[in-house]
C-alpha cells in the first residue's frame, strides 16, 4: 500500500504538509527570536559603552569639620631615633601631621605619600615640618617607625615620628586627632571618628587647626595654600 499523499486532496488536509508547514513556522518564528535577541544585545552594548565613555562628575574631598583650634597638651614622647620629644619642640613652626603605625600598608601610606609631598615642596623653608604620630604605641617601638620612615622617603631632619606611653598617644589622639563626621543628609554632626586618612595642620602655637582628605592626590598642594607665605626681606633702604 502507498503512502504517498493521493493528489486529489487538498494540501491543507494533508498531514505531511501541514506538519512541514508547522516546522517552517517555528523556524521563521525562532530565527525572528534570536534576530530580535541580538538586536536588542547588541543596542544594550552600545548604551553601557556610551555611559562608560561619559565623563564622572565626582565631587572633590570636602575638609572635615572641627570645632576650633585643638592645642596639643603638653607631652613626652620619642622620635624614630629614640630621642624625646616635647611639645615645645613642635612650636613656632606650622607642622604638617598624620596618623600612621609601621606595619601599614594601605591607607597611612597614602597619607605619609602626600606628606613626602609635602617634604619635597617646603625644601628651603625653615617654617614649616611633618609630624607622623603612631596610632600603635605598643608595636611601633622607635626602631619600627625609623623603618616606616625609609620606606616613606622621610628626611628625618625635618620630619618627626614619634611613639611612646600609649596612655599619653591614645590622649593626643582623642583630644587632637578626631574628626566630626556629618551626616549627608542634615549636614548635622552624626559621629566622631579618629581619621587615619587624614592630615592635619597644626599652627606655630601648637593649635590643630585644619584637616584635609589625605587620600585627594592634591592635598599636598590645599595644604601648602592654606600655609602662610614666608614673608618677603625687608628691603626698604637704610
Known amino acids: 500500500m502507498s503512502n504517498r499523499a493521493d493528489p486529489r ?34 543596542i544594550l552594548g552600545v548604551v553601557i559603552w556610551k555611559i562608560s565613555t561619559l565623563p564622572l562628575e565626582v565631587a572633590p574631598p570636602q575638609e572635615a569639620a572641627m570645632e576650633g583650634p585643638r592645642p596639643l597638651f603638653g607631652f613626652t614622647l620619642t622620635n624614630s631615633a629614640g630621642v624625646r620629644v616635647t611639645r615645645e ?28 609631598e609635602v617634604q619635597k615642596r617646603i625644601d628651603g623653608r625653615s617654617d614649616v615640618q611633618l609630624l607622623s604620630l603612631t596610632l600603635d604605641p605598643r608595636s611601633d617601638s622607635p626602631v ?12 628625618t631632619s625635618r620630619w618627626t615620628l614619634l611613639t611612646g606611653d600609649p596612655d599619653t598617644v591614645h590622649g593626643i589622639i582623642q583630644s587632637c586627632f578626631v574628626v566630626e563626621q556629618r551626616s549627608p543628609v542634615s549636614n ?42 614666608v614673608p618677603a626681606p625687608n628691603t626698604a633702604a637704610r
Open 144 to 155: 619600627a617607625l625609623a623603618r616606616f620612615a625609609d620606606r616613606v622617603g622621610a628626611d
Open 9 to 42: 486532496t487538498p494540501s491543507h488536509l494533508d498531514p505531511s504538509v501541514a506538519s512541514r508547514e508547522a516546522q517552517t513556522s517555528r523556524g521563521e518564528l525562532l530565527f525572528i527570536l534570536i534576530s530580535v535577541g541580538l538586536s536588542l544585545l547588541a
Open 89 to 116: 619642640n613642635l612650636r613656632g613652626r606650622w607642622t604638617v601631621a598624620n596618623l600612621v603605625c609601621g606595619s601599614c600598608s594601605t591607607t597611612c601610606l597614602r597619607t605619609s605619600a602626600e606628606m613626602a
Open 188 to 229: 548635622r554632626p552624626s559621629s566622631w571618628s579618629v581619621q587615619a586618612d587624614r592630615l592635619f595642620l597644626i599652627d606655630p602655637d601648637g593649635n590643630v587647626v585644619r584637616s584635609f582628605p589625605g587620600l585627594d592626590p592634591s592635598a599636598h598642594t590645599r595644604i601648602l595654600e592654606a600655609i602662610p607665605p
